[in-house]
């Protein structure tokens, strides 16, 4: 299987900074990578897929970047309501896979 | 609006049984690949299980081979997962997820239904 390895596990930043997430794939997948977000005792909600395409209704202070082993997420602009826990997950080999999470929280 | 709810959760024993029902709504159910997402209290996301439209193909994580069964009724707009031979680390949230067209990404989720595999 593929292993997902999200940096770092943890990150505590203010409204209005900007946050970058990375995840490392153990072998290569293309840009066959998504992004979710989840917040306490809530679904995942999709963000990004295909390591950069917007999900409908996503705000574009959200952007995924990367391909091959290394992605990121970057949110421009911290607003209240993106403090959650993020996972990145591949979808190039069966079974698809997910980071261990990013728990994104308030300074 | 695309809606999934998921049922069937409660407590049981180790090497008991339970049959997890997710009802879609809003969209062609017939039309979507189907997966059961899984999460342990407190940990990240795993992929349980997936179905294609038809239920001619399905798949699963090898942690439950042989003992969890994906299925669907297309009339219904219902997915189902029956798990048999219960462990203690089948103890999670249990998510039903449709498929992004074309992808294994999860576009809707459900809300979730808890299993707690205890004696």
């Known amino acids: 299987d593929i292993q997902m390895t999200q940096s770092p596990s943890s990150v505590s930043a203010s409204v209005g900074d900007r946050v970058t997430i990375t995840c490392r794939a153990s072998?290569?997948?293309?840009?066959?990578l998504a992004w979710y977000q989840q917040k306490p005792g809530k679904a995942p909600k999709l963000l990004i897929y295909?390591?950069?395409s917007l999900q409908s209704g996503v705000p574009s202070r959200f952007s995924g970047s990367g391909s091959g082993t290394d992605f990121t997420l970057t949110i421009s602009s911290l607003q209240p309501e993106d403090f959650a826990t993020y996972y990145c997950?591949?979808?190039?080999?069966?079974?698809?896979?997910f980071g261990q999470g990013t728990k994104l929280e308030i300074k | 609006e695309v809606q999934l709810v998921e049922s069937g959760g409660g407590l049981v024993q180790p090497g008991g049984s339970l049959r997890l029902s997710c009802a879609a709504s809003g969209f062609t159910f017939s039309s979507y690949w189907m997966s059961w997402v899984r999460q342990a209290p407190g940990k990240g996301l795993e992929w349980v299980a997936n179905i294609k439209q038809d239920g001619s193909e399905k798949y699963y994580v090898d942690s439950v081979k042989g003992r969890f069964t994906i299925s669907r009724d297309n009339a219904k707009n219902s997915l189902y997962l029956q798990m048999n031979s219960l462990r203690a680390e089948d103890t999670a949230v249990y998510y039903c997820?449709?498929?992004?067209?074309?992808?294994?990404?999860?576009?809707?989720w459900g809300q979730g239904t808890l299993v707690t595999v205890s004696s």
């Open positions: 295909a390591a950069s």
């Open positions: 997950q591949q979808a190039n080999s069966f079974p698809p896979t």
């Open positions: 997820a449709r498929g992004l067209p074309g992808t294994d990404y999860f576009d809707y």
């Open positions: 072998q290569g997948i293309s840009s066959w």
